[in-house]
């Protein structure tokens, strides 16, 4: 019995261990994480990345922008007590050959703020060093990796 569990307890921690870090390397068509809020909803149906989708005009002032387009993850990136969110490009306009386009909003008591824009990403981590308060980003694409710091108000 106690050979069991300590087996179960080994297979788990394996697991754990080969489990890959938060990144963008999720699997296209996966539903979004949580509900996106409706101010992030209007923000994309007016930003310049998701107009230049087809069908992302809708006609009659309106976008077709849907919330399916994206997926969104709730992570830490400042240390106020609110989860922010960041928001991947999961509809094919907004992700080809592996690279995804990525929005980071910070949550706040009036709502959310975008925080930074990113084009063509191919992995995605919060890392926990600070910078300003904020938590760098590590950021994989085709130009390599590189570390991105929170100034001036934004990534």
């Not at 870090?21 to 068509?29: H, I, L, M, V």
């Not at 999961?90 to 930074?116: F, K, M, P, T, V």
């Amino acid at each position: 019995m106690r050979s069991a569990r300590l087996a179960a307890l080994a297979c788990g921690l394996l697991l754990a261990a080969c489990r890959p870090a938060a990144t963008a390397e999720a699997p296209p068509g996966d539903p979004p994480a949580r509900p996106l809020p409706a101010d992030i909803v209007r923000a994309l149906q007016t930003d310049e990345r998701v107009l230049d989708c087809p069908h992302a005009d809708a006609g009659a002032g309106r976008s077709g922008f849907n919330e399916d387009w994206v997926s969104a993850r709730r992570v830490h990136l400042d240390d106020d007590g609110r989860a922010d969110w960041l928001v991947e490009g999961r509809h094919s306009c907004l992700r080809r050959d592996g690279l995804a386009d990525w929005w980071i909003y910070a949550e706040g008591s009036q709502g959310r703020r975008l925080l930074g824009r990113l084009r063509d990403v191919r992995g995605l981590e919060v890392l926990p060093s600070r910078s300003g308060g904020h938590a760098e980003l590590r950021v994989l694409d085709d130009g390599g990796e590189r570390i991105l710091r929170y100034r001036d108000g934004g990534y």
